[in-house]
């Protein structure tokens, strides 16, 4: 499986936007499901990323609550690369963006639990940082 590559992070202040791409490959229509992940700065090597959005593998998008209507995650026409679209962005949520495949039957909410991706595949990441 090839790694995805994540771009589009940068430096925004408090309320600003961000557009994060994820170039993917091997995507199935049948049972892939993906996701963009934070990693807060402050936190150690060894923790566990937050799944914030994802797009379960039957093409719906999930939020996690704390980024719901200000987030929006989409895959393109290709399903070649997966976009998430930030908006009204928060200090706290600087950190690293990283996205990750996997494969089976996952639905809904169930595709926000970091566990399904135990086995997948994940970007290098990609950086953010807003500023108050």
């Known amino acids: 499986q090839v790694r995805p590559v994540e771009s589009g992070g940068g430096s925004v202040q408090a309320g600003g936007s961000l557009k994060l791409s994820c170039a993917v490959s091997g995507y199935r229509d049948t049972d892939t499901y993906v996701a963009w992940f934070r990693q807060d700065p402050d936190d150690g090597p060894g923790s566990e990323r937050e799944?914030?959005?994802?797009?379960?593998?039957?093409?719906?998008?999930n939020y996690a609550r704390s980024v719901r209507g200000r987030l929006a995650v989409s895959l393109d026409n290709t399903k070649s690369t997966l976009v998430l679209q930030m908006d009204s962005l928060k200090p706290e949520e600087s950190g690293m963006y990283y996205c990750a495949i996997a494969y089976g039957r996952v639905r809904g909410p169930a595709s926000l639990s970091h566990g399904w991706y135990r086995d997948g595949t994940w970007g290098q990441g990609t950086q953010v940082s807003v500023s108050s």
């Open positions: 799944v914030i959005a994802s797009i379960d593998s039957y093409g719906y998008p």
